[in-house]
């Protein structure tokens, strides 16, 4: 779980990495597609809206985390998008991850910690496994109903 303080430690440095936007994108991307280069077909040749989109997700979920039971039924169903539209994988969760930590540590900078670190991975933890389980969820009933 995420506590009060983890989560205004996430939304304190995201409002450092608000104008800094692009930059964490980029950051965020080019590790992704480091990490799994695998990944790269599954986005479009031209990502400035994509990267739009991730930072504009980001800090819908960021703002969330102060009300959590609001904020899950709009990442249940991101999961299932990503599951059913982009068939993604619990594994490629973990590299997302890896992605994220990554990008804020290099976009933030000295403001970035252990701390900071730990704050944003629980958040993460919560909400992809959230996304996981709505994905699951989803790709069985799909399956159960191509079975009748």
């Known amino acids: 779980m995420v506590s009060a303080a983890q989560a205004k430690l996430v939304q304190s440095s995201w409002e450092k990495v608000v104008p800094i936007?692009?930059?964490?994108?980029?950051?965020?991307?080019?590790?992704l597609f480091e990490l799994d280069p695998a990944l790269r077909p599954l986005?479009?040749?031209d990502m400035k809206e994509q990267k739009s989109k991730l930072m504009k997700l980001l800090g819908f979920a960021v703002k969330g985390?102060?009300?959590?039971?609001?904020?899950?039924?709009?990442?249940?169903?991101?999961g299932m998008r990503h599951a059913k539209y982009y068939k993604v994988t619990t594994p490629m969760y973990?590299?997302?991850?890896?992605?994220?930590?990554?990008?804020?540590?290099?976009?933030?900078?000295?403001?970035?910690?252990?701390?900071?670190?730990?704050?944003w991975a629980?958040?993460?933890?919560?909400l992809s496994k959230v996304m996981i389980e709505a994905g699951d969820e989803s790709v069985e009933v799909g399956e159960h109903m191509q079975d009748s």
């Open 65 to 78: 985390l102060d009300d959590l039971d609001a904020l899950v039924p709009s990442v249940k169903r991101l």
């Open 21 to 31: 936007a692009d930059t964490a994108a980029d950051l965020f991307y080019g590790k």
């Open 122 to 126: 629980a958040v993460y933890s919560v």
């Open 43 to 45: 986005f479009p040749a």
């Open 94 to 119: 973990d590299t997302v991850g890896a992605a994220l930590l990554d990008a804020l540590e290099n976009g933030l900078g000295d403001s970035w910690d252990e701390e900071h670190k730990e704050a």
